[in-house]
């Protein structure tokens, strides 16, 4: 590559390779999608870094695809066009917290749970939780939520301001650390799921909260899905403000059962939690449990010791490495559909009865608190039909979302796997992204093949 020794002056020899496992380290996320090679991996320290490479890409029409920790589900860190792979993992610092103001700056390779950390020393919290110990760079990238998503909001409601290096070089900020503005267009908003298609993220302005008085998780079980998730559609409705809300199905608890020892009721299960002083928890518990009781539950066990919480939750976040680890040779599809509450229930219901006829093994959770709800799939890539039935399921799922007021990704973000949807979601409005991307990006160097498709 005649560009590689430019980038070695860049950054010297330690920052720039082509060691064949870095390659294939950054071939692939956690996805199923199809992986392939950079022709190189970089590790830029600072914007200035990333603007210089920038401009040397942009100059000589060179891919650029960001790469976090590579968690995303659906192929956003693959370099489907090869060229760099540009790794933030040395971009990693918390750079300023300001406890009065309720902000942090950070740079993106700064890990949720290493934000966290240092937050607590301020009595403070970074409240997005997609369950993966994910980068704040590419969860603002795809705009992740998460569980807690129904008390605090999705990725876009926290960011203030982006630090973002275009394609030319330009290095540009979005936003201002005030809560609110009516000055120009609001940029931050844009950026924020663009999925590295727009630019590249060199900082984040992040909102964060207090950590709560008290916090109390409980675990409800119930005789069906249907009243599960009609629990959940009325405990929002009476106003009681959960923090998390997430759904189990029998099959997911019986799959977490064989991989923690545990032996938790194998029913369709909500962990829920609740944050607020002492005084109001006692109500909305008591509250919540009355409406479970309503709708058949079984079982209604609540915990304040923080070991016990965590153990709880343990299960809803173990998830996915549950089936992962019990199924060898086989890749994950993780579904990831969002609907209107009141269509909630029955799209949870047709999502089951559409995994049985399908003849897969299939398991359904999410953050139903908002909505958002995912059918996780453990698929042979070798297996065509197997491949072929999944896919059918998929679109399956992302049809009825999206005939019913839906969207075809809550959180996980587009990718390459829902590309194909974008027309049928968004009309002409696609035509108006297509648009931005070919004022900021005329070359179509960055992250090539993602959300518009190839």
């Not at 609110?180 to 590295?196: I, Q």
């Not at 916090?215 to 409800?220: D, F, G, L, Q």
């Not at 959960?242 to 962990?271: C, G, H, M, W």
């Not at 079984?298 to 549950?322: C, G, I, P």
Request: proline letters at 4%.
């Amino acid at each position: 590559m005649e560009y590689m020794q430019a980038l070695v002056e860049l950054l010297g020899e330690e920052r720039v390779t082509t060691n064949q496992t870095v390659l294939e380290h950054h071939s692939h996320d956690e996805s199923y999608h199809t992986p392939r090679l950079p022709d190189v991996v970089v590790f830029p320290q600072t914007a200035e870094e990333v603007s210089q490479i920038m401009k040397l890409a942009h100059a000589r029409h060179i891919a650029v695809t960001p790469f976090g920790l590579g968690t995303s589900l659906e192929g956003h860190a693959i370099p489907y066009e090869g060229g760099i792979s540009m790794d933030f993992s040395q971009m990693n610092q918390v750079l300023e917290v300001r406890p009065q103001d309720f902000l942090v700056r950070v740079q993106p390779g700064v890990t949720r749970t290493q934000l966290n950390k240092e937050l607590k020393k301020h009595g403070l919290f970074f409240s997005v939780d997609p369950g993966a110990d994910a980068t704040l760079g590419g969860m603002a990238a795809t705009n992740a939520s998460g569980t807690t998503s129904v008390r605090y909001g999705v990725m876009r409601d926290q960011v203030r301001d982006l630090e973002v290096v275009l394609a030319d070089g330009r290095i540009i900020h979005t936003g201002s650390m005030t809560a609110k503005s009516s000055s120009g267009y609001h940029l931050t908003g844009l950026f924020v799921g663009s999925e590295g298609t727009l630019g590249v993220f060199t900082e984040l302005t992040l909102r964060v909260y207090g950590i709560p008085e008290a916090t109390t998780a409980a675990r409800a079980c119930f005789p069906s899905v249907q009243d599960a998730v009609d629990t959940v559609v009325d405990i929002l409705s009476a106003g009681i403000q959960v923090a998390r809300i997430e759904l189990i199905d029998e099959r997911s608890i019986r799959q977490v059962n064989i991989y923690k020892e545990t032996s938790y009721p194998e029913t369709p299960t909500l962990f829920i939690e609740f944050h607020g002083s002492e005084q109001s928890l006692t109500h909305d518990i008591e509250f919540a449990q009355n409406i479970a009781k309503e709708h058949g539950c079984q079982e209604f066990l609540f915990e304040t010791d923080s070991k016990a919480r965590a153990q709880l939750w343990d299960v809803r976040h173990n998830m996915a490495y549950a089936f992962l680890h019990k199924s060898p040779g086989k890749k994950m599809m993780v579904t990831d559909v969002c609907l209107p509450f009141s269509e909630l229930a029955g799209a949870v219901v047709d999502a089951r009865q559409a995994i049985d006829r399908s003849g897969l093994d299939g398991a359904i959770l999410g953050h139903v608190g908002d909505g958002n709800y995912h059918v996780i799939l453990m698929i042979d890539l070798d297996d065509s039909d197997e491949v072929a039935r999944a896919e059918k399921l998929n679109a399956h799922l992302v049809e009825y979302a999206l005939s019913r007021g839906g969207t075809c990704t809550g959180e996980h973000g587009v990718g390459v796997g829902k590309a194909k949807y974008q027309r049928i979601e968004h009309g002409e409005a696609l035509d108006v992204m297509q648009s931005f991307k070919n004022v900021l990006d005329p070359t179509g160097i960055l992250n090539p093949g993602k959300i518009f498709g190839a």
